[in-house]
């Protein structure tokens, strides 16, 4: 037998891409923070004086927003006023270094800031150029402002969320803006992938728009196959039964059955085996046109014993099930604990929160972090000026240092929270 020599593990996958994100908020971060979590050097290019908008949203901690530190971990900073020489000397060459550049600000912003796709293109042909907005760089729309919950709402995710007779509601977390922030990562490394080949970089236009459209699952293809629009289903799915939320003796949990075999066992599970016989519950669309009637039968049945009680039974029966946990019980689920699904994320001033590690694990990536640093504003301004700029000598650093000890920023500085 052939004995392979013992290999180091390998570095991860983005190990060696250097990204420049000139993102703020949550779309372009999250996709940011991806990145980063694979390996990729990450460069926040941030407004000087205020930095990133999330940097002053709640909740905070000693003056330090816990949103901007969830989403922007293994990340360095740099404030650069856009409007003068300085900054923009040093902007370019970060970007004759780097690899991707992630914006998501309104079309054509970028443009008048002279970093479009069109004029960095030219001047780097390897950069890939990621662009996220509303509604992309195409459309009717695609000069509007956007935000998660318009986006929600446009896209058809509010008409999909909420009780059957009651009002549309927004999908609790920002879907909109965290799944075109997938959606951008995985067409940057596509993009990566095409400029392996090539050698050249490629522009990828994200509409969050697009994205939630593309997450509406069957309910658009419910549109061309049934004479009724998809709507509201509250707790329960819309095309499966039972499929939902049910009531214990001590509160709620729920219960998946997408098929009659999965039926027949929770039946069983549940010490009445003769609901999977009654003509009404034979069928998947049996079941959910008797929807209601099913659920007074398996809520009568639950109710005799406890949440923790029923999932024991159901998990011994295979019948997928699972408690309905608040935020801080997810923090102390076992599984999740299990999987080191949860990172600790803290700041040069020793604030420390606790959020969602990275949910690819990759068999050769190593060991997986549990702990991370989150930049304070412009704190790697210096070492970025030392790498990246080598014009005579240390002439300009010094010109450089001099600014920054002398101007005030406030007044001049391109106000991006204005353009998006």
Not at 287 to 307: F, G, H, M
Not at 390 to 416: C, G, M, W, Y
């Amino acid at each position: 037998m052939t004995v392979l020599p013992s290999v180091a593990l390998q570095k991860p996958p983005l190990d060696g891409v250097t990204v420049i994100d000139m993102s703020r908020v949550l779309s372009g971060p999250y996709c940011t923070m991806v990145l980063a979590d694979l390996g990729a050097r990450v460069i926040k290019i941030e407004r000087p004086v205020i930095g990133d908008d999330t940097r002053q949203f709640e909740p905070f901690s000693k003056g330090r927003s816990g949103y901007f530190m969830a989403f922007n971990r293994h990340k360095e900073s740099i404030a650069l006023d856009l409007k003068t020489p300085y900054d923009r000397e040093i902007l370019d060459a970060i970007l004759e270094a780097g690899d991707i550049l992630v914006e998501n600000f309104r079309p054509g912003v970028m443009d008048r800031l002279g970093y479009g796709w069109e004029t960095l293109s030219m001047r780097y042909p390897r950069l890939i150029y990621a662009s996220i907005s509303g509604y992309g760089d195409s459309g009717p729309l695609r000069d509007q402002p956007a935000y998660d919950m318009i986006v929600q709402a446009v896209g058809g995710a509010m008409s999909l969320t909420g009780e059957t007779d009651g009002p549309p509601l927004r999908f609790g977390p920002s879907i909109a803006d965290l799944g075109a922030g997938m959606f951008a990562a995985i067409g940057i490394c596509a993009a990566l992938a095409g400029r392996a080949r090539t050698g050249k970089g490629q522009k990828v236009d994200i509409a969050m728009l697009d994205g939630q459209a593309a997450l509406l699952e069957h309910s658009l293809a419910r549109v061309a196959l049934e004479p009724t629009v998809p709507t509201r289903s509250g707790a329960h799915h819309s095309t499966l039964a039972p499929f939902g939320a049910f009531t214990a003796s001590d509160g709620d949990l729920v219960i998946a059955v997408a098929n009659d075999a999965l039926f027949g066992k929770l039946a069983a599970a549940l010490g009445q085996p003769e609901l999977a016989d009654d003509p009404r519950f034979l069928t998947n669309p049996r079941r959910v046109k008797n929807q209601s009637a099913l659920k007074i039968e398996i809520d009568r049945l639950l109710s005799l014993r406890t949440i923790k009680d029923w999932i024991t039974v159901l998990q011994v029966a295979e019948v997928p099930c699972g408690p309905i946990n608040s935020v801080d019980k997810v923090l102390q689920d076992p599984q999740l604990l299990a999987r080191e699904m949860f990172i600790s994320v803290s700041d040069a001033e020793g604030v420390s929160i606790q959020t969602a590690n990275n949910p690819i694990r990759l068999s050769d990536a190593g060991k997986r972090a549990t702990t991370a640093r989150s930049p304070m504003l412009d704190e790697h301004r210096e070492s970025l000026i030392r790498e990246f700029m080598t014009t005579n000598d240390h002439i300009k650093l010094d010109q450089i240092r001099q600014l920054d000890a002398s101007k005030d920023f406030e007044p001049s500085f391109v106000n991006l929270a204005t353009l998006k």
